[in-house]
């Protein structure tokens, strides 16, 4: 390295950031700058180092050989930063500052509602920053020090992260209610591929454990002639759609919702043994040196989870 040169925090965090994004304008905006600021910062640093960080075109941002290695580097200098804060409000009372925690869009807006104010009872002085996302973003969050925990479905697995099972959740079949499937105690797997299934986007882990649980409707959604199939953006979208008798769809338990509509547009049924379900489970960095504030976070998940109502 050239003498002299100093590098910041926030000029690692704008070159990871531009590796990730491969885009000057995306990245500006995840770190709540300019583009030319972030542009003149990025120069500069590679002007300082002696080499090329990224190659640059009109379309395109590309990471050059040495440039993987530095920003490799540099993603680990973020992340010991982190446990450095980490290690200073440690030692003020681990229930005291606020705690950042993400959950995929699967679980979040249906846990969030009642976390909180569960949280705010055993922890009061600990408020929640919240948000939602795909697995990976959440999972790239955790490693960068942005979120303290995240809340996600297993298979799960990180180094230098903790990761424990909280709950088991059913999935189960939503349906009109004059459906006729409302006259049966149970369905089969393999009675969806008779219906039109609506189903999340791809990049959403809870499709991809449907498609797991019964693989004849990957087949199906590969035809060229599929018309069994549509897809919808969220577990909201979706609700809506069947209550509009466009299709029906598989739902886990504490998203079913069929009380948030009036005069029972909406009825849902449990799958016959083995009934698919998924293992929702709570991770955060191994460093992380409040573990009294996971630990009132796992528990106020736990409260929450056991006072849904049970399968109807």
């Not at 040169?5 to 709540?32: D, K, N, P, S, W």
């Not at 009872?121 to 979120?147: H, V, W």
């Not at 769809?249 to 029972?264: D, F, M, N, R």
Request: with cysteine; glycine share 6%; proline share 7%.
């Amino acid at each position: 390295m050239p003498a002299g040169t100093i590098m910041t925090l926030t000029e690692l965090r704008y070159i990871v950031t531009l590796a990730q994004e491969r885009h000057f304008g995306r990245a500006a905006e995840r770190c709540f700058v300019s583009q030319p600021t972030l542009s003149v910062a990025v120069k500069k640093l590679e002007e300082e180092l002696g080499v090329a960080l990224f190659e640059r075109s009109k379309s395109t941002v590309q990471v050059t050989p040495m440039g993987e290695k530095i920003v490799e580097q540099a993603q680990r200098v973020l992340e010991q930063s982190s446990v450095i804060k980490e290690l200073a409000s440690a030692g003020r009372d681990q229930l005291a500052s606020p705690l950042r925690i993400g959950a995929i869009y699967t679980i979040g807006p249906y846990l969030f509602p009642q976390l909180v104010p569960a949280l705010s009872q055993s922890a009061p002085q600990m408020p929640l920053y919240i948000e939602e996302g795909f697995t990976g973003n959440l999972r790239r969050k955790l490693r960068s020090g942005e979120l303290d925990a995240i809340i996600v479905a297993l298979p799960f697995t990180e180094t230098d992260v903790v990761t424990k099972p909280l709950y088991e959740e059913a999935f189960e079949v939503l349906i009109p209610a004059d459906h006729p499937w409302a006259e049966r105690e149970f369905i089969d797997k393999e009675d969806l591929l008779d219906e039109r299934l609506l189903l999340l986007g791809e990049g959403h882990c809870f499709r991809d454990q449907i498609l797991e649980a019964c693989p004849a409707i990957s087949h199906k959604l590969a035809s060229p002639n599929n018309t069994l199939t549509a897809e919808g953006g969220s577990l909201e979208t979706i609700r809506h759609m069947v209550a509009s008798r466009l299709g029906i769809t598989v739902l886990p338990h504490s998203a079913i919702g069929t009380g948030h509509y009036e005069s029972g547009l909406l009825t849902s049924r449990p799958f016959r043994e083995p009934a698919p379900s998924r293992t929702v489970a709570i991770a955060w960095r191994a460093s992380f040196p409040r573990p009294k504030a996971i630990d009132a976070v796992t528990g106020a998940i736990l409260r929450c989870h056991e006072a849904l109502p049970e399968t109807a």
